[in-house]
């Protein structure tokens, strides 16, 4: 999905502190517009699209956003998968990209959003409480599901894809604004390649590999 370099989500964050700041600059001084400017900036930042280069081998699990690894372990997934699976969880810090991209190809068989709490993203259990975004993904090799949970500032996730839709490899699905979490599940014919700690880029970093 082809998207501009800032996100049109953000736009209405960018433009109202720039005329604010604006504004003030005119009919008061520069001194008084320098924080409204710099929260434009910030958005501009926080709204960015980074180029990445997507790996050409279709096996490679990549990650669904920028991020740190918090955990990595087995799991029982009831939601769409049915079975004990492996689960990656990538918390996104407040100065990550926050656009989403797909690991795998596939279509997508499952979308479900849950209302819930907003607590901390890194906190243990917010996948089950918080709110969050859900899609299940048939690669034809493999399905997996990715979810995307709301934390303390993080109170929107935004898709760009519905139910039925093919997804390229790295394509841009959505993204979740200000501080999130994401969790993947997989099925056991895919290698994790990340451990706690790691951190990852959306569409670059390898976290997998699906075994023939």
């Not at 290698?191 to 390898?206: M, P, Q």
Request: with cysteine; aromatic share 12%.
């Amino acid at each position: 999905m082809k998207k501009p370099f800032i996100i049109e989500d953000g736009y209405i964050f960018i433009a109202v502190p720039l005329i604010l700041a604006l504004a003030a600059a005119y009919f008061m001084n520069l001194y008084v517009a320098v924080v409204p400017f710099v929260l434009a900036a910030y958005f501009m930042y926080f709204f960015r699209n980074p180029h990445r280069i997507i790996p050409a081998d279709e096996a490679l699990l990549v990650s669904p956003a920028d991020g740190t690894v918090v955990s990595v372990g087995k799991v029982n997934e009831d939601l769409y998968l049915g079975q004990e699976c492996r689960r990656i969880v990538i918390f996104l810090s407040i100065f990550d990209a926050h656009v989403n991209r797909t690991p795998l190809s596939g279509i997508i068989k499952f979308q479900q959003y849950t209302c819930g709490r907003f607590r901390p993203a890194y906190k243990e259990g917010v996948g089950y409480e918080n709110e969050r975004y859900s899609l299940g993904i048939d690669n034809g090799k493999t399905k997996f599901l990715i979810t995307l949970i709301a934390g303390v500032l993080a109170r929107r996730v935004v898709s760009w894809v519905t139910l039925g839709d093919v997804l390229e490899h790295g394509q841009l699905y959505g993204m979740i604004k200000f501080g999130s979490c994401i969790e993947v599940y997989v099925q056991d014919n895919v290698e994790i390649f990340v451990k706690k700690g790691d951190r990852v880029r959306g569409g670059e970093s390898v976290i997998g590999r699906i075994v023939e």
